[in-house]
């Protein structure tokens, strides 16, 4: 009881502060010179060609334009983003290395694993919240069900757990899956897979009941009638997709936290240039062409202030840390 007592109290802790004592702490810093002076470093701590890494790559590229230095991507993938957080983490905080992520570098994983090469809390300095994004629950066009709550309802009745699967164990697609076990009686199997494309292959295979994914990776799917669409997390319908009701809408409820891709600096990098590059990344993702790629990835475009994001950040991590605990996924 001790144990889970200071848990939740450090995950408290890192969840207010991880905005706050970063910001304070280059509130007075200022670049030694003009900046940028030389070519800039994004890392992608992701797979070349993932739905975030092909982004960070459109951004990399607009960034470049505008700040008149190169912006490169170095995708440094493993480990559940840690590797290139780590990279990151330990970069010199003089403007020429960031990186965009999505929220498991520092919620997911501060749950996942107990012991991190890197302080969530205190080796980051936050920019700014990239994009807010959903995903949807879809299953075999063939299925007897055409809604979700057809699926709860047909799910119920079979003599066998229902397969469901996610991009892995502690993921927002588990936490989701969860959500229906804990909350609404279902008996589900959850199977963990590599990416989302492998389980959209074996739903339409046959051989996984339902799966969460993407609006990128469900849509073509969806559109050639192979996959049905059942619903969508998030407080509100994706443009993507915008046929798909959410949860909400239909009476389940627990499933409106979006997931988010954020930019982060090392700990201590000068404000000014904290401040450049969120101004900068804000611009760009309103470029008509990016926001309309990013539109059919399901996110939707944010770009807010450092204090904006420390605030939102403090709000929405201890839901989803609870909500990862309560997913049964184990620390490492």
């Known amino acids: 009881m001790r144990h889970h007592f200071d848990r939740r109290r450090r995950t408290l802790k890192w ?6 004592l970063t910001l304070a702490a280059n509130a007075t810093a200022q670049p030694a010179a003009p900046w940028p002076a030389k070519t800039i470093r994004l890392v992608s701590p992701f797979n070349p060609g993932g739905a975030i890494d092909v982004l960070n790559r459109v951004i990399a590229e607009k960034l470049s334009a505008r700040l008149g230095q190169q912006v490169y991507v170095d995708a440094i993938p493993g480990a559940s983003t840690i590797k290139g957080a780590d990279v990151v983490a330990k970069a010199p905080p003089d403007g020429y290395t ?5 929220m498991s570098t520092h919620v997911n994983n501060t749950v996942l694993f107990t012991k991190l090469p890197y302080d969530a809390a205190k080796d980051f300095t936050p920019i700014t919240q990239v994009s807010l994004g959903s995903v949807l629950l879809v299953a075999p066009a063939t299925a007897p069900y055409a809604d979700l709550k057809g699926f709860v ?6 003599n066998r757990p229902i397969s469901y699967g996610s991009w892995g164990i502690g993921s927002s697609a588990n936490v989701y899956g969860e959500i229906l ?9 959850h199977v963990p ?5 492998p389980a959209i292959t074996d739903v339409i295979g046959g051989n996984l009941d339902v799966t969460f994914s993407s609006p990128v990776g469900a849509k073509p799917q969806v559109a050639s009638g192979r996959l049905k669409a059942l619903g969508m997390t998030g407080p509100q319908r994706s443009a993507a997709m915008p046929e798909v009701p959410t949860f909400a809408e239909q009476g389940f409820k627990g499933f409106d936290l979006a997931v988010w891709v954020a930019a982060y600096a090392p700990a201590n990098t000068p404000r000014a240039i904290v401040d450049r590059l969120q101004q900068e990344i804000a611009t760009v993702i309103r470029l008509p062409d990016v926001t309309q790629k990013m539109i059919e990835q399901g996110q939707t475009p944010l770009g807010n202030t ?3 994001f420390a605030a939102a950040f403090a709000k929405d991590a201890p839901r989803w840390t609870s909500m990862i605990k309560a997913s049964g996924a184990k620390p490492e």
């Open 181 to 189: 076990v804990n909350g609404f009686g279902m008996s589900l199997n």
């Open 153 to 158: 309802a047909w799910a119920k009745q079979q």
């Open 306 to 308: 450092p204090e904006e």
């Open 15 to 20: 969840a207010a502060a991880i905005g706050c």
């Open 98 to 102: 960031f990186m965009i992520t999505t």
């Open 193 to 197: 897979y590599k990416g989302e494309i």
